[in-house]
């Protein structure tokens, strides 16, 4: 038996794990301090009723007779997949059903998806990103280049003028900038994409925070993006299902990767339950206002942090199309995740656990209840006009 020898290239210590183990440390020396997370990458609130019903129902169907079911299609239930499709003409994007793979979430889609490439194509990964795309690909051991998101570019990658590659990785809204891409600027991907013969896998977790004008929520909105792109999305951040599971993945009639999927998917994965899909379709029909009223009470969250940040002059992106604040601490990330710890008992997340253009700047989430987001921005407040004032004088790591 020989071991996966890429194993060895995946850096030592993820970071979430990393972040839990100074935070676990600091309760352990401090036990009576009551620590707030800004730092939290899940959801807090509790489902929808509507949600919880549709459980009921379809757990009580399997019950009986007439409405048990075995196993489902490879590719998700009619009735969920007509859901989405009406999701998407709601908002004047035309897609088939045949288009359309429920999966157990985005992340187990972007990952596994890369079962249909050969191991020789170049990755291009925006840098700061979602960590799992690039450490998907180096288990499986592809060449990554990077494309840099920077204050510049307002931490919206372009597609580089010299470099090219054959797989192309797009967040938008992005986890962790919050940055988000117009119609506009994805055209310069499609047309980047059509040129190289490559294809875009485009992760929009996060489209329902999408409020912006010209902003898109799908990259189908673009013309030409049929041609090159496979779309991924979740349940997930727009209706709780973090630990409900289901999510799912658009590929294009006209491209090879459509049939693929579906063999690959009747090999490896056996559905989605039953009872999560109806779950799923409870939130895009009669339950949807519901995901609407989660999503705007975690952005009004994150307007309390960026109102305040205003306030502060302290330079960030995000917070309007995502529940995510980037903001420039000015110094190493992991020296001012400590210091924010130890003086006001905040978590928050070191930007250069995203990529290395992401030293000197802090990840912000808007996941939590509004009491403790107020409470963690008061102590904020407290603390940035501290560490101004001492910055200079401490000795901080610091960074351009
Ligand atoms: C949370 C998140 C996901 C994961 O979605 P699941 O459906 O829960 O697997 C995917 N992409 C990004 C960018 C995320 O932040």
Same mark, same amino acid.
Request: proline residues 10%; glycine residues 0%; without cysteine.
């Given at each position: 038996m020989k071991l996966n020898k890429n194993f060895k290239n995946l850096k030592e210590n993820y970071l979430f794990a990393e972040v839990s183990r100074r935070v676990e440390k600091y309760k352990a020396d401090f036990p009576s301090s009551d620590v707030i997370s800004l730092g939290i990458g899940d959801v807090t609130l509790p489902l929808s009723n509507k949600a919880v019903d549709a459980c009921r129902s379809a757990g009580l169907d399997l019950g009986t007779t007439g409405g048990f079911r075995g196993y489902g299609p490879y590719d998700g239930y009619p009735f969920l997949k007509n859901a989405i499709v009406d999701y998407y003409k709601r908002r004047n994007i035309e897609i088939h059903t045949d288009e359309v793979f429920v999966t157990d979430g985005a992340k187990n889609g972007i990952g596994n998806f890369l079962d249909l490439f050969d191991e020789d194509n170049v990755v291009m990964i925006p840098d700061p990103v979602y960590p799992a795309y690039v450490d998907a690909n180096i288990l499986d051991g592809r060449k990554i280049v990077y494309c840099d998101a920077t204050r510049e570019n307002k931490f919206l990658a372009m597609p580089p003028k010299k470099v090219k590659a054959d797989i192309i990785y797009l967040c938008s809204p992005n986890n962790p900038t919050g940055a988000a891409y117009t119609v506009e600027q994805l055209k310069e991907w499609v047309d980047y994409a059509l040129e190289n013969k490559a294809v875009i896998l485009y992760d %929009? %977790?996060?489209? %329902?925070?999408i409020e912006g004008k010209g902003i898109a929520r799908s990259i189908f909105e673009v013309v030409g993006a049929r041609d090159c792109a496979v779309e991924f999305c979740s349940f997930s951040k727009m209706a709780g299902f973090t630990g409900v599971r289901c999510g799912w993945t658009v590929i294009p009639m006209?491209?090879?990767?459509n049939r693929m999927w579906l063999h690959r998917q009747a090999i490896k994965f056996n559905g989605t339950s039953y009872v999560v899909q109806r779950m799923a379709e409870s939130m895009l029909r009669g339950g949807y206002e519901d995901t609407k009223l989660m999503v705007s009470a975690y952005k009004n969250n994150a307007k309390i942090i960026t109102k305040k940040f205003d306030e502060l002059g302290i330079e960030y992106t995000g917070g309007k199309n995502a529940p995510y604040i980037w903001f420039y601490c000015g110094v190493d990330s992991w020296e001012f995740f400590d210091y924010l710890l130890s003086k006001a008992r905040l978590v928050c997340t070191p930007g250069c656990g995203f990529g290395k253009n992401g030293n000197g700047w802090i990840r912000l989430t808007s996941f939590n209840s509004k009491e403790r987001t107020e409470e963690a921005i008061k102590r904020f407040e407290k603390f940035w006009k501290d560490f101004e004032a001492v910055k200079n004088k401490l000795t901080f790591s610091t960074v351009k």
């Open positions: %929009a %977790a996060y489209e %329902a925070y006209n491209s090879p990767l």
